[in-house]
């Protein structure tokens, strides 16, 4: 079993950067995605970000050309980097990891605050 560890949550004010990771407890190498969820108050959890194993990344039609995914196998993390950040992004997020073997893993999620 691979535990997956989020950090670099926090308050942010809008038009601001946070950088987001993921930390697995063992390798990542053969997931076949790996990205990010969110879920904002009395919300749906929705797809934020994922990287696919060869390379693709995909994006939410909100965050694109805003925030990047990107995934470092050697060091079993994937982070995401949020700019321009604004007041809809407040939500906890969720680092995902699918492997096509073992199924699906999730952390315990990160809360992002973006307020003035």
């Known amino acids: 079993q691979v535990q997956l560890v989020e950090s670099g949550g926090g308050l942010v004010q809008p038009g601001g950067s946070l950088r987001l990771s993921c930390a697995a407890s063992?390798?990542?190498?053969?997931?076949?995605?790996m990205g990010w969820y969110r879920q904002a108050a009395g919300k749906q959890r929705e797809l934020v970000a994922v990287?696919?194993?060869?390379?693709?990344?995909n994006y939410a039609d909100s965050v694109k050309g805003r925030f990047t995914i990107s995934r470092d196998n050697a060091k079993n993390t994937v982070y995401l980097q949020m700019n321009s950040l604004k007041p809809e992004d407040t939500a906890v997020y969720y680092c995902?990891?699918?492997?096509?073997?073992?199924?699906?893993?999730w952390g315990q999620g990160t809360q992002v605050t973006v307020s003035s």
């Open positions: 063992g390798s990542i190498f053969g997931f076949a995605k």
């Open positions: 995902n990891g699918y492997n096509v073997r073992s199924g699906n893993y």
């Open positions: 990287s696919v194993l060869g390379g693709s990344t």
